[in-house]
T-cell receptor, first 114, second 114 residues
């Protein structure tokens, strides 16, 4: 069974640009969550999608947005990139929503903003 | 608000020895779940062990076990017979019973010395 895949794995962007990251969950998984990982702030929750609906959103500015498609694949978009957006972006998928469902993490997308 | 604290940024242990990683948390929730995740240098997060707060028995998974002290809000991870493959960053995490969002600690970098 294929794991969670994230594309691209590495990305370099310039301040002010926008970026779209993609997450393909494990087949059959309907929940996808996104996290930002930085050395200074650690792992912070961005948002969660379940069956194409955003169920929860973390404390991030409106420049961060996401969506989920009918096949459960998810994308997150960051507009007007800032240097502080440089981070490893992780997504996690699970069969359902709630702590009784194990979440499986992808390898992450390393975003560098210059 | 939920907070998770890992007070040991770095630890090391000799191969085949036992090591304990500390984690404390703060919450007003009565029912919740606690997790230990491992992030090896390749960066994919892997679930190590999970504990449901309403279960008094400490969870175990092969060489990994936890010491869950609900009243003290403490959730430590014990790794027995440490192996080189245990070298990784270890994150303690909290999730509400009704949620799907992890609250992560800042992590402990564990190095197993041959």
């Amino acid at each position: 069974k294929a794991g969670v895949t994230q594309t691209p794995r590495y990305l370099i962007k310039t301040r002010g640009q926008q970026v779209t990251l993609s997450c393909s969950p494990i087949s059959g998984h309907r929940s996808v969550s996104w996290y930002q990982q930085t050395p200074g702030q650690g792992l912070q929750f961005l948002f969660e999608y379940f069956s194409e609906t955003q169920r929860n959103k973390g404390n991030f500015p409106g420049r961060f947005s996401g969506r989920q498609f009918s096949n459960s694949r998810s994308e997150m978009n960051v507009s007007t990139l800032e240097l502080g957006d440089s981070a490893l972006y992780l997504c996690a998928s699970s069969l359902g929503t709630g702590p009784s469902y194990e979440q499986y993490f992808g390898p992450g997308t390393r975003l560098t903003v210059t | 608000a939920q907070t998770v604290t890992q007070s040991q940024p770095e630890m090391s242990v000799q191969e085949a020895e036992t090591v304990t990683l500390s984690c404390t948390y703060d919450t007003s929730e009565n029912n919740y779940y606690l997790f230990w995740y491992k992030q090896p240098p390749s960066r994919q997060m892997i679930l190590v062990i999970r504990q449901e707060a309403y279960k008094q028995q400490n969870a175990t998974e092969n060489r990994f076990s936890v010491n869950f002290q609900k009243a003290a809000k403490s959730f430590s991870l014990k790794i027995s017979d440490s192996q080189l493959g245990d070298t990784a960053m270890y994150f303690c995490a909290f999730m509400k019973e009704t949620g799907n969002q992890f609250y992560f600690g800042t992590g402990t970098s564990l190095t197993v010395i041959p």
